[in-house]
């Protein structure tokens, strides 16, 4: 069952269930449209070298479709778009289905190429959803943010503790400091080296 929030001509949802490609085309389709753009992200079997089985999405749900909403309508706002809709996925995907869907009508395709790359770019920047990818053999896991490339570290404490525990193990956060993400800037002197 999907939690889903509607706006005039935009839709966000997220869901546990298989993401439909045509029910969210439809959404946007409009006798005012002369271009749908479709994106559909899918679970690729390897991440930086390594094997991966399956992601597993989790996501603070209201305040990722407040976010979600916030984004299409900018989004829609900004390139004059007929509708947008977006879903994400949550908890297991396995390799070869999707995870995300947006689509964008418009009256031309220039504004729904654009405004398609833009919204994905807007959803991995800014979406509180999470992913951890689950690795082949013995290697595990490891959460990290929903962003291409933002490979999540362990934090040391200043005790020499254990990282801090969430509800799906260590707390990550960021290798780059300074970006944009779901939790504090920490500081370069307590990130461990690999």
């Known amino acids: 069952m999907a939690k889903e929030l509607v706006q005039d001509d935009r839709y966000v949802a997220l869901t546990h269930d298989l993401l439909d490609v045509k029910s969210i085309m439809d959404r946007v389709r ?39 909403m916030g984004i299409s309508q900018s989004i829609q706002e900004k390139h004059s778009l007929t509708a947008i809709a977006m879903i994400h996925r949550l908890g297991t995907v396995p390799i070869g289905e999707e995870s995300i869907l947006i689509a964008v009508s418009s009256p031309h395709r220039q504004a729904a190429w654009r405004a398609g790359e833009e919204a994905l770019e807007e959803c991995k920047a800014k979406v509180e ?16 943010a929903n962003r291409d490339g933002a490979a999540g ?5 200043s005790n020499h503790e254990e990282p801090a525990q969430g509800p799906h193990g260590p707390i990550l956060r960021p290798k780059v400091l300074g970006e944009r993400g779901h939790g504090p800037v920490v500081h370069p002197g307590n990130i461990k080296k690999d």
């Open 129 to 144: 959803v999470w992913k951890k990818e689950e690795f082949g053999g013995d290697e595990g896991g490891v959460w990290r």
């Open 153 to 157: 570290v362990r934090i040391d404490q």
């Open 30 to 68: 409009s006798p005012k449209a002369g271009a749908i753009v479709l994106f559909a992200g899918t679970t690729r079997d390897n991440f930086g070298g390594k094997p991966v089985k399956e992601l597993q999405y989790t996501s603070y749900e209201p305040l990722a479709l407040q976010t979600m």
